[in-house]
Nanobody, 115 residues
């Protein structure tokens, strides 16, 4: 059984930083990409950042230049370094692994940016 466990969320002031981690366990046959979505209160879930099997990365326009996605060599853990956080970054962050046709999800972790 595949499990994704996120950590590193919490409350931070505007302009601060957080680093999210997502550790995967269990047997995953193939990984097309892994990364992070987020869902702000009252809004739809949106892609924040992803890293593909060829190690290319893509980011939502709103986080480019502020967030950095990375992974470990074994594709067991994906990280999201979030700098210069803004109140609009507040939400629940979900890590995912795209192993088409299956997508695995973490349980979500809260990030609150507030003074």
């Amino acid at each position: 059984q595949v499990q994704l466990v996120e950590s590193g969320g919490g409350l931070v002031q505007p302009g601060g930083s957080l680093r999210l981690s997502c550790s995967a366990s269990g047997r995953i046959l193939t990984i097309n990409s892994m990364g992070w979505y987020r869902q702000a209160p009252g809004k739809q879930r949106e892609l924040v950042a992803a890293v593909t099997s060829s190690s290319s990365t893509n980011y939502a326009a709103s986080v480019k230049g502020r967030f950095t996605i990375s992974r470990d060599n074994g594709w067991n853990t994906v990280y999201l370094q979030m700098n210069s956080l803004r109140p609009e970054d507040t939400g629940v962050y979900y890590c995912f692994i795209d192993s088409r046709p299956i997508t695995y999800w973490g349980q979500g972790i809260e990030v609150t940016v507030s003074s």
